[in-house]
């Protein structure tokens, strides 16, 4: 039976969920999506849209009366609405999956409980609290917002006892934990999918590079031992068997100097570091999202080839419309979002640089340097400041 999905969330995850859902037509006759700004990077690749806040409750019953089944790009979706729409629309993740997820302390505590291996990690309500943490802890560590955190906007690294006030301060009133600073060596993260059936399946590892706390580029396979890349797959695995929601979760996870793996965070969407298997694997994470969520059979996880993601970030220098980019060359496979405006790191794009011929991952980091010279955002007129 052809269902119609919704999907909280038109930015670039919710368009390429879309343009894998109209590669299904046999199984998703219409697409809608809830996103305030109009004409959504969703809407641009053929959503339906309606435009409201993603909290906005009467939006989200309007978008469960119309759909059959619903599943969100963001997690900050408000998990009592979405619990009480669940007689209209099957909702995956469920609510109740998201609302232990979008809290990054309900998160740790659930996988802690579930000895899923996480840095140490401890609840803050007041100052005294953080003194208590840090006793704990040492220096440096991290205080980060429980909520509605990314792209690193919602962390403190206290590096020192003067810091703590100025830390506490900064997050004005919102619910806190703090964290032990992992000194890792590598961030890597796995892509992992749970059918509405129970079957379970992880993308092979990939490394995570960030520069200002934005992922940059990721690499895969990630450049680690395969004893390391099992374990972290298997963990990934069990996180997904303990979590129980359907569809693509991004596992982000530390590899220590010791190889130990902690799991950083999950989240309940399909995520920017599984871009990659648009070209790299024989299913996109995409697809395998809808497949989880329609209850089908998941699809191959299989890397066909080596392949590095480079993310197209907005410059620093400048806000407004930019040149467009262009890059037409062999086995690089660039995807921009349809975003008008470019702001400060904003995610504007990607490529993907696939190997060929068994070209190495160091070979493909050597070409990548010219590559990103091409994408350099640049402005439309001369606005710059
Ligand atoms: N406990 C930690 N130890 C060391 N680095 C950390 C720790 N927690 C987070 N980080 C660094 O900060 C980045 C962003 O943190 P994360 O908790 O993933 O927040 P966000 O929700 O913004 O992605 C991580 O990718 C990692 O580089
Ligand atoms: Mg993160």
Known sequence: MQKVLGIIGGGQLGMMITESAKNMPEHISKIIVLDPTPNCPAAQAGAEQIIADFKDKNAIMELAEKSDIITYEIESGDSDVLKSVENKAEIDPSPETLQIIQDKFLQKSFLKENKIPIPEFMEISSIS???????????????????????????????????????????????????????????????????????????????????????????????????????????????????????????????????????????????????HTLQSSETSQFEQHLRAILGLELGSTKLLHPTIMYNILGSKSFEGKYKPIVLSEPNVYLKMYGKEISKPLRKLGHFNLVAENGETIELLLYKLESLKEKVIVKPISSTNF
């Open 129 to 275: 609290d953080l003194q208590e943490g840090l006793k704990k802890f040492g220096y440096p560590a991290i205080l980060k917002a429980r909520r509605d955190a990314y792209d690193g906007r919602g962390n403190f690294k206290i590096e020192c006892f003067e810091q703590i006030q100025q830390s506490f301060d900064y997050f004005k009133g919102q619910k806190l934990m703090l964290e032990k600073y992992i000194p890792f060596k590598m961030e890597v993260s796995v892509i992992a999918s749970r059918n509405t059936k129970g079957q379970i399946k992880t993308f092979p590892l990939v490394e995570n590079i960030h520069e200002e706390n934005i992922l940059r580029q990721t690499i895969v396979p990630a450049r680690i031992s395969e004893k390391v890349s099992k374990k972290a797959e298997s963990i990934a695995s069990i996180a997904m068997k303990v979590l129980k929601g359907a569809g693509v979760f991004g596992i982000e996870m530390f590899v220590t100097n010791e190889n130990e793996i902690l799991i950083n965070e999950i989240a309940p969407r399909v995520h920017n570091s599984g871009h």
